[in-house]
């Protein structure tokens, strides 16, 4: 199965080498140089104090590659559409799957040994894209970025991994289902984007049990820092009643404090403040990062091993 | 309406396999035999099963209701029931960006028994390039190509599906002159199927008919064409030939009547002129009758 897999299948391995190895040039040019200008930053600020506010201003001029790294998101649909559709899709087009399947070689044999090749492709290229994002992005994590965010969190650590290894077997087994390659590359295509949308909006935020925090409404800062993940914030009145979401704050604060809205009058925080006002923040702590990477891509990683036990079921209908 | 014919060892069986699709009925109730060592014809219009009888016994598809065995087996997913089986679709599958040589080396790596030199030599004296992708090859070279695969394999059953039908007739002449060869050299069973008649009758000492899903005439060649007969005479009634034999076609002109009739004793009447029966002749007039028993059976459907 090994020779059948590599000859038809080097042309597209040798392309996808060489497009990462240019990715990952890019990327190691970039990433040394945008390290070197942080550092220079550092020192020139130091002698200003003003580095506080460092990284506002920095790398605004590098939005190209800023996009090509988030653009490594759809790495794995791209697995998915080239490699996992067709593979059992385009051999039924072709007709070539009675060629295949009537050699001395069972169904489940031909895609054993197509889904280990599919699979260490699709892990080797997640690991080399993660390694070379991961790298080159902590000179924006030393500034203090929320790496909860999808261009961050879905492109670092180990979930880009789960995603190609999702993303190759969403292909596979669609294309098992459907047979047909367009048919395959659309169905990959959509559940790919819709089950992305739903876990990073619905489900990402409720892995873990979210940090409550009630801070003054003067308070300089929020208290939360920049590299957490802020999923609510409003503001409880004393008895830690949720008053904006309701929209009646202008109404259920006292007549003394609402007397100092309007233009030109100041004072209305503090006056809440004295009143027990609190800003109520619900977030998901920086060092929660790695358990929300695991707990993501053992929910990828399943789905996966779900769908190639359905690649198997479905590789053995009629021919 | 189906013969039997016993003489060796039957090389595949079926008995009321039949193949059930969401609206239509492929195949209905077949019951086949087709002994060892035979090269047999499957004949019948295009959707009478012919396809699908034969992705059953390959092991491609699974029938609905009845048995099937090739060489004393199911056709299953099983390593040693598919090494004794070669296949060649109709559609003529190969990979049209690997080259004959690819292929070869391909069957090396998926085959228990494989012969890969003479593959390669009986490519090479088909004057067929090696090492060209086979998607630049002609439609004939790619069917010896494919050919060459399925005997490369050294299977003990071979299956055919309409492997002439896509050739011009000096291809078509050629494989069919392979096939020839090939069978000569060894024990080997062959069932292949097709509508043209012609082909068949140089290579094919079995028949196998099948029409409207059923199989209607199952034996050796040469014994079907002696039971059947047609008679000629002057048009009257019919109905003493009918009693002691089977008419399988009637027409009847002003003056004349034709018969095709399977003898099932003596002929006494001398007033018909008995004549024998062509392959082509008698696999349209079995054709002919599954229609119109087709029909009848619908229009019977239909009032009932």
């Not at chain 1, 590599?6 to 996808?16: E, G, N, P, Y």
């Not at chain 1, 990433?31 to 506080?52: E, F, K, R």
């Not at chain 1, 049990?209 to 820092?225: I, M």
């Not at chain 2, 095709?260 to 001398?270: E, F, N, S």
Request: hydrophobic residues 50%; contains cysteine; proline residues 4%.
């Amino acid at each position: 199965m090994t020779w059948l897999v590599w000859r038809q299948h080097r042309t597209d391995a040798l392309f996808a080498l060489g497009a990462l190895a240019v990715f990952v040039l890019v990327a190691a040019l970039t990433g040394v140089h945008m390290a070197g200008t942080y550092h220079a930053a550092l020192h020139s600020c130091a002698a200003t104090g003003s580095c506080d506010s460092v990284g506002d201003h920095l790398f605004s001029g590098d939005g190209a590659i800023i996009d090509l790294i988030n653009l490594t998101v759809i790495v794995p649909v791209l697995i998915g559409v080239f490699w996992g559709a067709p593979l059992l899709a385009r051999e039924v087009e072709q007709g070539t799957h009675k060629l295949i399947w009537t050699q001395t070689v069972t169904r489940r044999r031909w895609l054993a040994g197509n889904v280990v090749a599919i699979l260490a492709a699709a892990t080797f290229i997640g690991v080399a894209l993660t390694v070379t994002v991961t790298w080159w992005s902590r000179t924006f994590d030393l500034i203090g970025h929320n790496r909860f965010q999808p261009g961050h969190f879905d492109v670092q650590g180990i979930v880009p991994v789960a995603y190609a290894l999702f993303g190759a077997t969403l292909g596979l087994a669609a294309g098992a289902l459907l047979r047909r390659t367009l048919a395959a590359l659309a169905a990959t295509v959509g559940v790919m984007v819709a089950l992305r949308v739903i876990v990073v909006n619905y489900v990402r935020p409720h892995y873990v049990t979210a940090v409550t925090k009630l801070v003054s409404l003067t308070a300089a800062s929020s208290g939360v820092d920049g590299s957490s993940w802020p999923l609510h914030t409003h503001i409880v009145d004393s008895k830690g009643i949720n008053v904006t979401d309701n929209g009646n704050l202008v109404a259920a604060m006292p007549n003394a404090c609402r007397r100092l809205i309007g233009p030109g009058r100041v004072g209305v925080e503090s006056c809440l403040d004295r009143y027990g006002y609190r800003m109520q923040i619900m977030y998901q702590p920086a060092n929660r990062f790695w358990t929300f990477q695991v707990i993501e891509s053992g929910i990828f990683v399943a789905l996966a091993v779900v769908l190639v036990g359905a690649a198997f079921v479905l590789v053995q209908r009629d021919a | 309406m189906t013969t039997r014919v016993a003489i060796a060892p039957v090389a595949i069986a079926t008995h009321d396999l039949t193949k059930q699709y969401r609206a239509k009925t492929a195949l209905s109730r077949c019951s086949i035999e087709v002994p060892e060592g035979s090269v047999s014809a499957l004949v019948g219009a295009n959707g009478t099963g012919k396809t699908t009888l034969l992705q059953i016994l390959a092991g491609l598809s699974q029938a609905t209701r009845g048995e099937a065995e090739v060489l004393g087996r199911a056709p299953t997913q099983d390593p040693a029931f598919l090494a004794e089986v070669g296949f060649l679709a109709q559609e003529i599958p190969l990979y049209r960006r690997m080259t004959a040589n690819d292929h070869i080396g391909m069957g090396a790596h998926l085959n228990r028994r494989w012969d890969s030199a003479a593959a390669r030599s009986r490519v090479e004296s088909l004057d067929i390039p090696l090492d060209q992708p086979v998607g630049t090859l002609s439609g004939g070279q790619r069917a010896q190509v494919a050919l060459t695969l399925a005997l490369a394999k050294r299977p003990r059953v071979l299956l055919l599906d309409e492997p002439v039908a896509a050739l011009d007739p000096l291809a078509r002449r050629q494989f069919i002159a392979a096939l020839g060869v090939a069978v000569a050299d060894g024990d080997l069973t062959v069932l292949l199927s097709s509508h043209l008649v012609n082909d068949l009758e140089r290579v094919c000492d079995h028949m196998v008919l099948l029409a409207d899903s059923r199989p209607q005439l199952c034996g050796e060649i040469d014994t079907l064409l002696a039971e059947h007969k047609v008679l000629i005479g002057p048009r009257r009634d019919t109905s003493v030939i009918e009693r002691a034999h089977t008419v399988v076609q009637a027409e009847t002109t002003a003056r004349q009547t034709t018969l095709l009739i399977r003898v099932r004793g003596p002929l006494i009447d001398p007033s018909w002129e008995v004549h024998d029966v062509a392959l082509e002749e008698l696999v349209l007039a079995y054709m002919g009758r599954a229609a119109e028993l087709s029909r009848a059976r619908q229009v019977m459907g239909a009032a009932g």
